[in-house]
């Protein structure tokens, strides 16, 4: 909890969570909340707040959050009824499907659920995590009534950085929110077009990574324990790369080597 309230104090405004005990404590989360209305004035109006349902295979079977023998559509209403009560809230802002679930048929029946905690003003937004074929996504945005505001994604070179996925995100007004985006990049945090930058505006390579994902329309999910590392990750936002730049950084990730002057892959 503290780790929490000390982010929101430094100016982060944005939380990222799950219910699934076996990685996340949500409850943790909710004792922040609390005691940030109640201690140091900053109410849960002014915070935006993500929670993911998962599937039995990400829980841990000795700790799952709701009836592992209900049918899918309790488990998950189950699930967002458990988060609430973690968080201490009456509202989630995004809810994110934390993987597609083992069918398409089941996913789309956990995200129905969804549906209906949106029309019932439980849920403001919605979204999928670590689905990285496109044709599956693709599917689930045609498929969905409430249409997926956000795809989290892990953010390396396995699933080729999601090229095609974070085109689709871009055109349809899809937030493409990056994980693992230090961790599972030391060669690009190394690259000289990251170097030149970073030397050029006085930063790190790791704020220049995370410059270039915002400015290409993306959000990278940052996670430390930190207050240095918080506070280099928040003046990321007065930070500006120059097309050359971002050009220049972009071509790092696409298949074919270069990025248009935006930072994202040209078409071929």
Not at 7 to 14: D, E, M, P, S, T
Not at 64 to 83: G, K, M, N, T, W
Not at 219 to 238: C, I, N, R
């Amino acid at each position: 909890a503290e780790l929490v309230v000390q982010a929101v104090l430094a100016g982060f405004r944005g939380i990222d969570t799950a219910c699934q005990p076996k990685h996340y404590r949500e409850d943790l989360v909710g004792e922040a909340l609390s005691r940030l209305a109640e201690q140091h004035g900053v109410p849960r109006t002014q915070l935006w707040i993500q929670t993911k349902f998962t599937g039995l295979r990400g829980q841990d079977p000795a700790n799952v959050p709701y009836d592992p023998e209900a049918p899918l559509h309790q488990q998950v209403e189950q699930s967002i009824a458990r988060s609430l009560q973690n968080l201490r809230t009456t509202r989630i802002d995004s809810l994110v499907l934390h993987s597609p679930l083992p069918t398409f048929e089941q996913t789309m029946i956990a995200w129905r659920v969804f549906e209906k905690a949106v029309d019932d003003g439980v849920v403001g937004q919605l979204g999928i995590s670590n689905c990285y074929d496109f044709a599956t996504f693709q599917n689930l945005f045609a498929q969905a009534r409430v249409k997926p505001r956000v795809l989290q994604n892990r953010f390396y070179k396995d699933s080729a950085y999601d090229e095609d996925l974070r085109a689709f995100c871009l055109q349809h007004g899809i937030a493409y929110q990056s994980f693992w985006t230090l961790t599972a990049n030391p060669h690009i945090l190394r690259s000289a077009p990251v170097a030149a930058a970073a030397a050029r505006l006085g930063a790190t390579p790791q704020q220049v990574l995370f410059r270039w994902l915002i400015q290409a329309g993306h959000q990278p999910l940052t996670g430390t324990k930190s207050a240095e590392h918080m506070a280099q990750d928040l003046a990321v936002a007065a930070m500006e790369l120059s097309g050359s730049e971002m050009a220049a950084i972009g071509g790092l990730f696409c298949r074919s080597g270069s990025a248009s002057v935006a930072g994202n892959c040209s078409a071929q």
